[in-house]
């Protein structure tokens, strides 16, 4: 009797440990479980032998059946294109406004801010590559409807919703869904991008947003060639067109050492900025710290960033700021015709505000979203 | 080094190391309750089948860390599906004594006759499960295939941990019927891996 019932005990366990890995790597594998459940993408054609071509970023992945994309969030499935990263949140965390960065935009304001997985992009220096160079599978996610996402960020008590830390573009129809909900509910929306989206869809995307951050990561073609899998005749297109729309725009360069931190390519930068958006954006130097596939370069030297601020403004440029690096000066928003201190900030937080209603003491206006 | 480098396989290791003893566990199980042997003997097949792992790791480590950022999970699923089939098929082979000493395969392969359980190990450890592809991607970062080994070694002796109970499975091959049981068991367990393994291998 005992052997009998170790027996069907023994048998139990090696069937029963046999199951719950398989289910355990199914769930993994296959999370929805049915293809049905899964989002069909926008801006994308099908074409001949169930191959179909994505138009939402500049890649224009052209895909086989099975396949995904360069972003690892979109798949053809029967002739389908599907993001596979809809509703899936990587991360999730309330920062200040300040952290994204934007220095223009309601600050001081806390901003529930939401990442998915994957990125049209290929940085070698990617902050956040465990979550943006991962296909959805890979990475722990927890499910999130829009209309969930946007009840959180309610509750939450952030004026603003971003999409962050990953790149936005590549969850374009949960982030454009989430952003109806969320200006319905009478939230401001950010975006928090490389820039690298096609024509048509941040046309539509500009429609729901009310900031635009976007990551200039060089001033030059080969750079982006080389360390991103990008080109930067597309990010300056992007830039064009948010300029226009007259949704916030603030602009970051993380100066990377011997790649892009030369004083000409800063100086062509700033020229451009100045020369095609005006000298009202923001621009920010940030500091670079050695990651991901760049682990072999030292940080930047805070005197790189202190000089690229000063070329800049130098180029004309009114808004000029360091990050990553303690520099006050750097921090601190001016009243361009004063000189007197608009808003003092330290790290992420504001230490001083004179502004009243975005404007100066003197009653100089600065360029921003204030209220 | 940097010590938070040591500190993080162990730590992934201890952690999951229960969740790597389930996936090995329909393997090994049979392997050690099939036939009646010494605890010594025992023991020395736990430590044959963890010596293939431990191989098994350290080359997928190696490939990690060398191929860097070239290695796209569909490739890592691929090979977990075809190590599915592999080790059911070595299993099945050696329930049916065909990998014995008087076993078909095994009068002229001196490695198949006594390293089977090693070689399942190894076939067990680049048959790459979720927390292990965790590290993978972990790995892929740092692009150093020493320290891709490294990883690797330390997460496998911190995972070994929850093997050694297993050895004292042996104990039960003493009676005939449970000997028989564990036999079945090897049998169904390969069947299902090995029909899983081709479900995962073509599905879309």
Redesign the interface.
């Known amino acids: 009797m005992i ?2 019932i ?2 069907i005990l ?2 139990a ?3 029963g ?6 289910l ?2 199914e769930s ?2 296959t999370p929805q479980g049915n ?1 049905d459940s899964y989002f069909e993408g926008y801006y994308y054609e099908p074409l001949e032998q169930k191959r179909v071509q994505c138009f939402l970023c500049p890649n224009h992945c052209n895909l086989a ?2 396949k ?1 994309a360069v972003c690892k969030a979109r798949k053809n ?2 002739g389908k294109l599907y993001t596979m990263n809809y509703g899936r949140i990587a991360s999730l965390h309330v920062d200040p406004v300040e952290k994204k960065p934007f220095f223009h935009f309601l600050p001081g304001s806390n901003v529930f801010s939401v990442g998915t997985t994957g990125c049209s992009m ?1 940085c070698f220096f990617c902050q956040n ?2 979550i943006s ?3 959805p ?3 722990q996610t927890r499910p999130a409807t829009p209309r969930q996402l946007v009840d959180e960020a309610v509750k939450s008590g952030a004026p603003v919703i971003a999409f962050t830390y990953n790149e936005p573009v590549v969850a374009f129809e949960y982030m454009i869904e989430t952003f109806k909900l969320a200006k319905a509910k009478g939230l401001r929306t950010a975006v928090v991008s490389s820039g690298y989206i096609a024509e048509e869809p941040l046309r539509e995307l500009l429609k729901y947003t009310d900031a635009y951050k976007v990551d200039l990561k060089a001033f030059s073609e080969k750079f982006y060639r080389k360390l991103t899998g990008g080109h930067l005749e597309d990010i300056l297109r992007t830039l064009k067109i948010i300029k226009e729309s007259r949704v916030w725009l603030e602009i970051v360069t993380l100066l990377i050492p011997g790649e892009n931190d030369s004083p000409e390519e800063i100086r062509s930068l700033a020229r451009w900025v100045r020369e095609n958006l005006g000298t009202d954006v923001p621009l920010h130097f940030s500091r670079f710290f050695p990651k ?2 760049l ?1 072999n370069l030292p940080p930047t030297p805070p005197e790189t960033l202190i000089a690229a601020r000063s070329i800049a403004m130098q180029e004309g440029l009114r808004f000029v700021y360091t990050g990553n690096v303690a520099n006050p000066e750097g921090e601190t928003t001016y009243c361009p015709g004063s000189g007197e201190t608009a808003i003092a900030r330290q790290g992420y937080f504001i230490t001083r505000n004179n502004l009243t209603d975005g404007a100066c003491p003197n009653g100089e206006k600065i360029p921003g979203v204030w209220k | 080094m940097d010590k938070s480098l040591l500190i993080q396989p162990l730590v992934a290791g201890l952690s999951v190391g229960a969740f790597c003893l389930t996936r090995c566990f329909p393997f090994m199980a049979p392997l050690v309750a099939a036939e009646d042997r010494p605890l010594h003997r025992n023991l020395f097949i736990v430590l044959e089948f963890l010596t293939g792992r431990l191989a098994g790791y350290l080359c997928f480590g190696i490939l990690a860390g060398w191929l860097g950022e070239r290695f796209g999970s569909r490739w890592l699923k691929l090979g977990t599906d075809l190590s599915f089939i592999l080790l059911s098929i070595v299993l099945v082979f050696y329930l049916l004594g065909l990998i014995r000493e008087q076993g078909l395969f095994c009068r002229a392969s001196t490695f198949f006759r006594t390293r089977s359980p090693a070689l399942m190990g190894f076939l067990m450890g680049i048959n790459i499960c979720p927390p292990f592809l965790l590290s993978v991607l972990y790995v892929f970062a740092q692009k150093s295939p020493f320290y891709g080994m490294v990883y690797f070694a330390l997460f496998f002796l911190a995972s070994s941990v929850y093997f050694l109970p297993v050895i004292f499975l042996g104990m039960l091959a003493r009676a005939k019927e449970l000997r028989a049981i564990a036999r079945l068991s090897g049998f169904l367990a390969a069947f299902i891996f090995f029909f899983y393994g081709i479900y995962s291998l073509f599905r879309l």
């Open positions: 052997k009998r170790i027996a023994f048998l366990a090696v069937l440990s046999a199951a719950v890995y398989i355990r790597r993994a594998v293809p059946e099975g995904f499935i029967g290929r590559w465990e160079q991962a296909f599978d890979d990475v991901y596939k682990n």
